[in-house]
């Protein structure tokens, strides 16, 4: 009866290792592999000029830091989140992706990004909210209306664009004014781009209230290829959006209090408790196993509350071999 008991710890204990394993690194050499970007948290594989593999790590960022310790599942989460929003969009605009042949990766076109992000709020929260608690009624060019409060419902969506920085630097507030005067985007695509964006984001906003949800704001990013624009990169994820909790939105609002988000703010809220917000001389604190796997659980609890669906973990021993057979075997038959 010990034995049987402790074979079964041993194969509890051997099952959390594996459970609790991270994708932090990846180092493939794919058929017809021209070059390898490897970001924050994505390391992407050039595939003859024409195509990318984005492997997506569980690797996590905040501050502009990448930390430590990786997130066991993160990269699935949101690889398969995006994957599932890229293809209920995908009647609006022709997006970058082409398959997903494993959890953690997406195959799509190699296409060249335009130096602009379109950001869109739908409400007075986060750098909208500080920029008007300073006094300014004026955000990328758009008017914010006088008298509202943090996190109200702007009456219709704002536009605020950024442009896309280099690399080391944060991205820089800008107006569609400037934007078209300084020909980062000619005006036809730009317009295109603000058609794109409202009708990615009223879809966004009507999936995410099925699953009692408010999309607050987010980003979309687009690219071109052969002269067509795509929609590329992630979207309506936590990591590239905020959303709020639609039950009591209106009741904390009106006693002016903080709103229930459902975003990766928890992981910055514990950075800045333990005393690290990236600036010179901090020092991340130690990520301990119980805080590993207490953010892999929250990161899967946000993967089924804003999809509806049941999280199914990968359980491959290896999820590098798991990748690298999985790409291959796409790339040879495509």
């Given at each position: ?311 199914v973990k990968d359980a491959s021993d290896d999820a590098l071999l798991r990748i690298e057979e999985n790409v291959n075997a796409y790339l040879?038959?495509?």
């Amino acid at each position: 009866m010990l034995n049987a008991k402790k074979k079964s710890n041993n194969l509890y204990n051997q099952k959390h290792q594996i459970d609790m394993k991270a994708i932090t690194q990846t180092d493939f050499k794919f058929p017809n592999q021209v070059s390898v970007y490897k970001g924050k948290v994505r390391d992407v594989y050039n595939i003859n000029n024409d195509f990318l593999v984005m492997s997506v790590s569980d690797r996590i960022s905040a501050f502009d830091v990448v930390l430590p310790k990786g997130i066991p599942y993160k990269g699935q989460v949101l690889n398969q989140l995006a994957s599932k929003f890229l293809k209920a969009t995908e009647d609006i605009v022709d997006n970058w992706s082409i398959a997903t042949p494993d959890p953690n990766v997406t195959v799509g076109h190699l296409c060249e990004p335009l130096k602009v992000e379109m950001v869109i709020r739908g409400y007075l929260t986060g750098h909208a909210w500080r920029t008007y608690k300073s006094g300014e009624r004026v955000l990328c060019g758009v008017r914010m209306p006088d008298g509202m409060k943090e996190h109200q419902k702007f009456p219709e969506p704002i536009i605020t664009p950024s442009t896309k920085a280099d690399f080391g630097e944060h991205d820089v507030d800008i107006s569609r004014e400037e934007i078209i005067a300084k020909g980062i985007v000619s005006e036809e695509d730009y317009l295109l781009l603000e058609e794109y964006t409202k009708a990615l984001f009223a879809r966004g906003t009507e999936m995410a209230a099925k699953q009692g949800l408010i999309l607050v704001d987010t980003k979309y990013e687009f690219g071109k290829k052969d002269g067509k624009i795509y929609l590329i990169d992630e979207i309506h994820t936590p990591d590239s959006s905020r959303y709020f909790y639609a039950e009591g939105y209106e009741a904390r609002l009106a006693n002016d209090e903080p709103q229930k988000q459902l975003s990766k703010e928890f992981v910055r809220e514990w950075l800045m408790e333990n005393g690290f917000q990236g600036k010179e001389g901090q020092q991340v604190p130690e990520m301990t196993e119980a805080f590993v796997a207490s953010v892999s659980e929250r990161y899967i609890e946000l993967y089924e509350q804003v999809s509806g669906e049941k999280f199914v973990k990968d359980a491959s021993d290896d999820a590098l071999l798991r990748i690298e057979e999985n790409v291959n075997a796409y790339l040879e038959n495509n």
